[in-house]
């Protein structure tokens, strides 16, 4: 048995033991939230499969918190059920050939190629509490600048390891973890880590031990610090610095926020012989280049956002050097990056690429229509290493939000999110997502 899955087991037992005190079911709190979701995704131009991907699904996610037993010590236990149905998905639009794990956009594959009626999977946490920290164990959605979770698709991304977040000195959070496995967002299987360039389902490498902790400190209510270091074992460590701060002007405020990252090659990769084997990250090196595959990469960026009555505009720049991309978590079936160019479509994330993203939001309920917000955002990436002339990209997204104010549909949200990616280096995509949401709080 595994370890994390033997500690579950005590835990579970032990709460099988303290469930009827106070504070454990008193503070429970249960969510059913539901999701549709209708996706098409249209690869402009080259004859790989597949030149159209389309599918439309319906997805449940059960998430259950409950509270902690009294005492000194207390324990509890999360559980996230997960339930994805297919409503529509076609063999010649389902097909994703980059995937570790062979799924479509929004759903596993059969072994006739074709997408699953629908897959399940649930997820359970074991949580202890003492004074104001507390440590998890078990299925986790992390939502770190070294780590993030993706919920693009019908179903969330999920990790399996432990955590302990601790916030016993005022202003100040501490956090560390390790993480093990990840679930695809259209998968039932717990993969192994991986980063680009070396998560081939076939012929890849992979880990289980990512390592991260890392600090956020207010300075003042207006002023966040940050630190995080995160390192996969045999592929990379990275750190990372960043500084939020909101300033109240006259009319309106502006906000600053400053992010740099420092990833370096760790273990295997780090040597000739450990990336010959397959530990290697995607990037661009001179042909017979020694170094060629090592993890080598430097991002800073900063991004301003002014925001006054129902408008806000925000613009931003961002710059890559070294040799390889972007190191992060990816297991070839989807992730987010804590970048500011991360969009729907692409990441802007090569090297040596330089991204400008601008963006205009407006809240219409300064028109008398509360509920309907409206966003545009535009991202031009150039000076990407690449053979022969460097390589450029664009992308465009524009998303229209609303959530029904009253009436019998009252809290059903709906979201149409269309983008155009064009680019010298990966294929020139058009896409349009359209999502219906609905939460009902069961306890």
């Keep these: 048995m595994r370890k994390s899955s033997l500690a579950l087991a005590i835990a579970a037992g032990l709460l099988s033991q303290y469930s009827s005190a106070a504070g454990f079911w008193e503070d429970s709190k249960a969510t059913l939230n539901l999701r549709n979701l209708y996706f098409n995704n249209d690869n402009r131009d080259g004859t790989a499969a ?55 956009q929004l759903f596993p594959t059969k072994g006739n190629g074709r997408a699953v009626h629908e897959y399940s999977t649930v997820g359970l946490t074991a949580k202890v509490k003492f004074s104001k920290t507390e440590a998890r164990l078990g299925t986790l959605l992390p939502r770190l600048p070294v780590v993030i979770v993706n919920d693009g698709r019908l179903l969330p991304q999920t ?26 967002r259209s998968s039932t299987n717990t993969d192994s880590l991986s980063i680009a360039g070396a998560n081939n389902a076939q012929t890849g490498k992979f880990s289980n031990d990512f390592y991260y902790l890392g600090a956020d400190y207010k300075v003042t209510k207006d002023l966040k610090l940050q630190y995080y270091y995160g390192t ?15 300033w109240a002007l006259p009319v309106g405020k502006l906000q600053t926020d400053l992010r740099y ?21 995607s990037g661009y090196w001179a042909t017979g280049d020694s170094k060629s595959g090592e993890v080598d990469n430097r991002v800073w960026s900063a991004k301003f956002t002014y925001s006054v009555a129902s408008h806000e505009v925000s613009a931003g720049v961002q710059r890559l050097f070294g040799n390889s991309h972007f190191p992060v978590l990816n297991q070839g079936d989807g992730y987010t990056a804590y970048l500011i160019t991360d969009s729907q479509i692409g990441k802007f994330l090569s090297a040596g690429e330089r991204t400008w993203r601008v963006s ?73 997502r359209f999502y219906v949401t609905y939460s009902v709080p069961l306890l």
């Design 232 to 246: 996969l074992k045999d592929f990379y460590e990275q750190h990372f610095v960043g500084l939020v701060h909101d």
């Design 159 to 184: 990790f399996s390891g432990g955590q302990v977040t601790s916030n016993e000195i005022k202003d100040l959070t501490l956090i560390g973890g390790k993480l093990e496995r990840a679930k695809g």
């Design 50 to 104: 597949p030149s159209k991907q389309e599918e439309w699904g319906q997805g449940f996610l059960l998430d259950y918190k409950s509270g902690f037993t009294q005492g000194p010590v207390g324990f509890g236990v999360d559980a996230l059920g997960l339930l994805g149905i297919r409503l529509d998905s076609g063999k010649g639009t389902h097909y994703n050939p980059t995937s570790a794990n062979n799924s479509g």
């Design 360 to 432: 205009y939001a407006y809240d219409f309920a300064g028109l008398g229509i509360p509920g309907l917000k409206a966003s545009a955002i535009y991202l031009s990436g150039d000076n990407i290493d690449a053979r022969g002339s460097d390589g450029s990209e664009w992308e465009r997204d524009l998303r229209v939000d609303y959530a029904i104010q009253s009436g019998f549909f009252k809290g059903v949200g709906l979201s149409y999110r269309n983008a155009t990616l064009r680019s010298d280096v990966t294929r020139n995509i058009d896409e349009n």
């Design 261 to 281: 990252f420092n990833s370096d090659a760790d273990g295997k990769n780090a040597s000739r012989s450990g990336r010959a084997e397959g530990y290697r990250s």
